[in-house]
């Protein structure tokens, strides 16, 4: 039935102008706004923390300071290049990240949507997951392949302080901080940090996608093929976990509800949330990926085991769904997932202020 039903929409798409072109159109986009919904034009407004053009200003900087690191080495640019799409574009991250977290690095981009941050969902939101990074303390953590992570308080608590300190001998960020958080006795703490950084990442979202215009009437923006794959998307299920705004992000679930997709795919050292839950149920579940510039953020999976779009489609059918994909059908899938690609941010390098001691 699913499969009769995708040959027809194919069929009437490709006809072109037609009673029957428009009806199948209008059908599949009815059942599309049921599942998923554009990326607004502006950021959205995180809960507690209001933006205002200082704060942005000064999350920009903070993004891209090196000096916020144990070593002065990195910065939150370094993993979340935003010249490649939010991601680093290398296998499991190479560098400091790959030895604190072992998995593959999500996209910044459109993170304000997700429902919670990293692959197994340690933090709630943008403002945690910077107050609570490790990144800047490689010793604080031991090195495993995506495993448990042993955190030292103590160490931590010494870096984040460090890390105060250092930004204190800067006047400019001194100033900075005082005008982004007026009236706060002390503002140069390390949550306003992390609140100045979450309010600038909640900028990097990436609206007007093909698939975002045809959702809201272009019909032009996506070609037959395209539309072909997004009826398949629906219809073979992928859509029940890859939804919403963000094609994603917004729910947990078993890598291999199906079949185990294999050792190169799902390591079994590495057990997804149950590191931070503790719930047996959790062995192996791992945040749904958002989807959004997905052909632009390769390596795939948390262990960026693959390169390839079309072969991760395939491995996800088979292992989450039980679906064995034609070549066809997953060449088809991957000309829709191409049509979230959105307007990427266009972002002006800052330039970082020196210490005057």
């Not at 992000?249 to 503790?278: C, M």
């Amino acid at each position: 039935m699913r499969h009769s039903l995708v040959a027809s929409v194919f069929a009437l798409l490709s006809l072109g102008a037609g009673a029957g072109a428009a009806h199948a159109e209008d059908a599949l986009r009815d059942r599309a706004k049921g599942l998923f919904e554009p990326i607004p034009q502006s950021a959205p407004a995180l809960p507690g923390n209001p933006a205002t053009p200082e704060k942005v200003a000064l999350g920009k900087m903070l993004y891209f300071e090196p000096r916020l690191s144990d070593r002065r080495d990195m910065a939150c640019a370094t993993c979340h290049n935003l010249s490649m799409s939010g991601v680093d574009g290398g296998l499991l991250s190479g560098g400091h990240n790959a030895q604190l977290a072992g998995r593959e690095v999500l996209t910044v981009l459109n993170a304000v949507f997700n429902k919670s941050q990293y692959w197994d969902g340690r933090t709630a939101d943008l403002q945690d997951q910077v107050v609570n990074s490790v990144m800047a303390n490689p010793k604080a953590v031991l090195k495993t392949r995506g495993g448990p992570m042993a955190i030292n308080p103590a160490e931590l608590a010494a870096t984040k302080q460090r890390e105060i300190e250092q930004l204190k001998t800067i006047p400019y960020y001194v100033e900075a901080f005082k005008k982004a958080f007026p009236g706060e006795a002390d503002p140069l703490v390390y949550d306003n940090i992390g609140r100045a950084i979450a309010v600038f990442e909640a900028t990097l979202i990436t609206p007007d996608s093909p698939f975002d215009r045809w959702l809201t009437g272009d019909d032009a923006a996506l070609d037959s093929t395209q539309k072909a794959g997004l009826a398949l998307f629906i219809d073979k299920g992928c859509a029940g976990c890859h939804n919403g705004v963000n094609v994603g992000g917004a729910s947990y679930a078993k890598f291999g509800v199906v079949a185990n997709p294999g050792p190169e795919h799902l390591p079994p050292e590495d057990a997804g949330r149950y590191a931070v839950t503790r719930n047996k149920a959790d062995r192996y579940v791992f945040k749904v990926p958002s989807l959004r510039n997905v052909e632009m953020t390769a390596p795939y999976f948390h262990t960026g085991s693959t390169f390839d779009l079309k072969k991760a489609v395939a491995v996800m059918a088979e292992a989450q769904l039980g679906q064995k994909l034609s070549d066809d059908e997953a060449t088809t899938i991957v000309a829709f997932l191409k049509t979230l690609t959105g307007k990427q941010p266009e972002i002006v390098l800052p330039v970082l202020p020196p210490r005057d001691n």
